[in-house]
């Protein structure tokens, strides 16, 4: 343990297990959200290296065809839903309260039931691997693929009661961040004065609640169909099996939203932290989130384009699927123009946000080629597609997640990570993805349909295939150095202090990691970066400095007697009574009766809980 | 979903509005999704020209509409939007603090949507012995799926209703603070709004 500790550290995660199960603390909360994402994301990266393995040479044999299709359904849907989104609902949970100036989100119980339902939701998707078989149809599920002709195991089942599980998670946690955010900001601190990040969770969170029930309806439907023997997908009785593209899509598309815009609005935060400036154009920025949001709605048919939809529909969603760029490229200039003329120290946060800008405009370009018809139904299921998917996702959403990890780590936990081994793993990370997927866009060009097990030595791919197999390991190995860095630091890193990179926003007014309560006084915000307003003046803005401090910190020694949420049992019983439900439906029926018990048991327990 | 009533008394939110009622249009808002997804896969199933081309769908959604009751429908649908009136008359009692009529009209509201309810149960099994089960075709799909969907709000509602009677009696809802009759309430005219778009395109069209 570090000797040289000046400040006092606050005792916010101290407690034995039993009090991390039944914490109500948003900041507890983003821990266990942290570890398990990224305990999901290890998993769906193992998934992908060896995804890669086999793909290295032609007519390699190492991977069954049949476990390969479950490698890539597993590994895109534990990415997406057990690792992207809820790594970004842990930056909601630890900054968002922070950042506006309140003491815990607005509902904490709910804020724990959703992260139990995610685990068990996470577990339970998983559980399918020793249960006769993961699924196997590719992330999105296409009808027929998932009728029970095709899938006579329970694998399609995990997946979509996995999913509406998760689904359920999502939506309460969103609900409740949309609450925080529009009741539970500090005095002064109007939208207009918000960080960028929180503009972005709450366009996120209303993403979310609009978007996940059509997928709910969908996976309903799909149930519908295994279970009571509907046709809503099968055409055998009618039904259409483009129904269900459409209602993945009106999902999905917006889905790929709610996956960037926890990072771009990171990514806001951290630029003008290491610019020395305030962010270029914030109105615009955070409009244009809003824009990318609402035409979200409105592009899902460009993943149909070759369903035949017609020529009036392609062109149609076209038009809006080039018309999301505008909003995206403003914010990409906004972002230049941030750094622009700004005293830039790069680093490692800064780094990653960089990175993430490149990376994603590339992502970005391939995505209004593929908004074109024509090109499009070139490369269809191609690798083009799995290039451009991941330069957006990996490159955009995970560059920027990481600026996020490396640039909060020390207010989460009060100790820096190491620089020099988080350059390294930047380095790493960078010529590893670009090794990784750089070479699929050609692959793609060339014809190479995504989701093949192997492929002939004649076809012209072997060199391609292989450095992206070396790119993808040094991926793997550049998450290594992370996790050996995260560790080691966790255990002696250097003490952070209240504010290691000269912060503008609320968090970084308090020690790390935050005390319990957050804040003994409620702060008065009066400016975009009070905390600079409050260490610099109101230079940055012309402001005069007259005002009182922005924010008030902790510095007493005695305890502040603030009134926290009691901790409770009953969100995790909850979680669990809904899961063990699910499992009823798939293994046997007396799970179904365990499970309604425990749940409706819970939850009368849970409103005959006293509040606070 | 109960939280510190302490807390919020304490500490005025910045829009003024009770964090509870934000947090219940919000999920209404996400509600709204659900029910147009279903209206619109109805929709869609009904003008499915795929079915038709391939021999199935063709005049399956007139047969099945052509089985509806109608005048038992139209009955059902006048006593749940009437619950409606009971329900607003239920809060303006908790309001005035006249308990007891508040709670006769919570049971009203409760009765009403039983009567609704029941309606439904009987056009479910008549259309059962009449062989029109989910998986006969695409209309019974359909229309099971988004009225049974509806059903269950509907029950989902009256079980909260009653929840909300029994807190009466153990003392809630006595004071100024009738947050839990106005979140039921606030539910139960969703529901009952979305009952008017499913009646009219799946009766009346």
């Known amino acids: ?612 | 979903m109960t939280v510190d009533a302490h807390a919020h008394e304490e500490h005025p939110t910045s829009t003024g509005l009770d964090s509870r009622k934000v947090a219940m249009w919000a999920f209404l808002g996400s509600e709204t999704m659900f029910f147009g997804s279903l209206i619109l896969v109805m929709l869609i199933n009904k003008h499915n020209t795929l079915g038709v081309m391939l021999g199935h769908g063709d005049h399956t959604f007139e047969a099945g509409q052509g089985m509806l009751d109608l005048v038992l429908t139209s009955f059902t649908t006048f006593v749940l939007l009437t619950s409606s009136l009971a329900m607003v008359l239920a809060l303006a009692a908790f309001r005035n603090r006249s308990i007891n009529w508040g709670r006769f009209w919570l049971m009203v509201v409760v009765a009403f949507g039983a009567i609704f309810l029941g309606g439904q149960v009987y056009e479910f099994t008549a259309f059962v012995r009449e062989g029109l089960t989910p998986s006969t075709n695409l209309f019974g799909a359909s229309f099971y799926m988004l009225v049974g969907f509806h059903g269950a709000h509907v029950a989902i509602g009256i079980l909260w209703l009653l929840a909300v009677v029994y807190y009466s009696y153990r003392g809630r809802y006595q004071g100024a603070d009738t947050w839990g009759v106005e979140m039921v309430g606030l539910y139960w005219h969703f529901v009952d709004l979305v009952w008017v778009a499913i009646f009219t395109l799946i009766y009346l069209i």
Not at chain 1, 94 to 121: E, H
Not at chain 1, 194 to 213: E, Q, S
Not at chain 1, 222 to 237: I, K, P
């Open chain 1, 1 to 612: 343990m570090a000797t040289t500790t000046v400040s006092v550290r606050p005792n916010t995660y101290a407690g034995t297990a039993w009090s991390w199960i039944t914490t109500v603390d948003h900041k507890r909360i983003a821990v266990l959200y942290f570890v398990t994402s990224l305990a999901f994301f290890a998993l769906g990266g193992a998934e992908a290296l060896l995804i890669r393995l086999q793909l290295s040479r032609p007519e390699l044999d190492l991977v069954h065809p049949d476990r390969f299709a479950e490698l890539f359904t597993m590994h895109g849907t534990t990415m997406v839903f057990l690792a992207l989104m809820p790594l970004s609902a842990a930056f909601f949970n630890l900054l968002v309260p922070l950042m506006i100036g309140a003491r815990d989100v607005a509902f904490p119980r709910l804020n724990a039931l959703s992260y139990w339902v995610y685990l068990f939701g996470g577990i339970f998707l998983n559980i399918s691997f020793i249960a006769g078989g993961a699924p196997a149809m590719g992330w999105f599920g296409y009808a027929p693929l998932t009728a029970t002709e095709f899938a006579d195991t329970h694998a399609v089942d995990f997946w979509a009661f996995g999913l509406q599980i998760l689904g359920v998670s999502s939506i309460l946690a969103s609900i409740n961040f949309i609450v925080t955010i529009i009741n539970m900001r500090a005095p002064g601190m109007t939208f207009n004065r918000m960080p960028m990040f929180v503009w972005m969770t709450l366009i996120t969170g209303f993403l979310i609640i609009f978007a996940f029930p059509v997928i709910t309806i969908g996976l309903v439907l799909l149930l519908f169909d295994r279970y009571l023997g509907t046709s809503f997908f099968l055409y055998q009785g009618g039904g259409d099996p483009v129904l269900w593209q459409h209602l993945f899509w009106v999902f999905g598309h917006p889905e790929v939203y709610i996956l960037i815009l926890p990072a771009m609005g990171i990514v806001s935060d951290v630029l003008p932290t290491f610019s020395r400036k305030p962010l270029f154009g914030y109105a615009v920025v955070a409009y244009s989130g809003a824009a990318i949001a609402l035409v979200g709605f409105g592009v899902w048919t460009h993943h149909m384009f070759t369903v035949g939809l017609g020529p009036v529909a392609d062109t149609a969603f076209a038009i809006s699927t080039m018309a999301v760029a505008v909003p995206t490229g403003v914010k990409i200039f906004n972002w230049i123009a941030t750094l622009w003329g700004g005293s830039i120290s790069l680093r490692t946060p800064m780094l990653f946000a960089i990175g993430f800008i490149a990376m994603f405009i590339l992502g970005g370009l391939t995505g209004v080629s593929l908004g074109s018809p024509p090109v499009d139904t070139q490369v269809q299921d191609t690798y083009y597609v799995v290039a451009h998917l991941h330069y957006v996702l990996f490159g955009g959403t995970i560059f920027g997640l990481f600026a996020g990890i490396y640039f909060w780590f020390p207010k989460m936990t009060g100790r820096m990570l190491n620089e020099g081994w988080g350059k390294v793993h930047f380095w790493l990370m960078m010529i590893g993805f670009n090794l990784a997927f750089g070479p699929q866009h050609q692959l793609g060009i060339d014809g190479m349909p995504r989701r093949i097990h192997t492929y002939g030595a004649d076809m012209g791919w072997d060199a391609w295939n292989l450095m992206s197999t070396v790119g993808a390991w040094l991926i793997g190995l550049s998450m290594l150095i992370f996790a050996i860095n995260a560790i080691r630091s966790l255990r002696s890193g250097r003490d952070s202090g209240p504010d290691p990179w000269d912060g503008g926003t609320l968090e970084w007014s308090m020690s790390s990691p935050p005390p319990v309560y957050n804040f003994a006084e409620v702060p008065v915000v009066d400016d975009r970066y009070p905390v600079w307003k409050e260490k610099h003046g109101g230079g940055h803005t012309g402001a005069a400095v007259a005002e009182p401090p922005a924010a008030e910190t902790a510095h007493d020694d005695d305890e502040p007697h603030i009134h926290m949420p009691n901790p409770s049992y009953w969100p995790v019983l909850v979680a669990a009574g809904m899961v063990i439900t699910a499992c009823g439906l798939i293994f046997h029926q007396v799970f179904l009766l365990i499970g309604a018990l425990i749940f409706g048991i819970s939850l009368i327990g849970w409103i005959e809980e006293p509040p606070g």
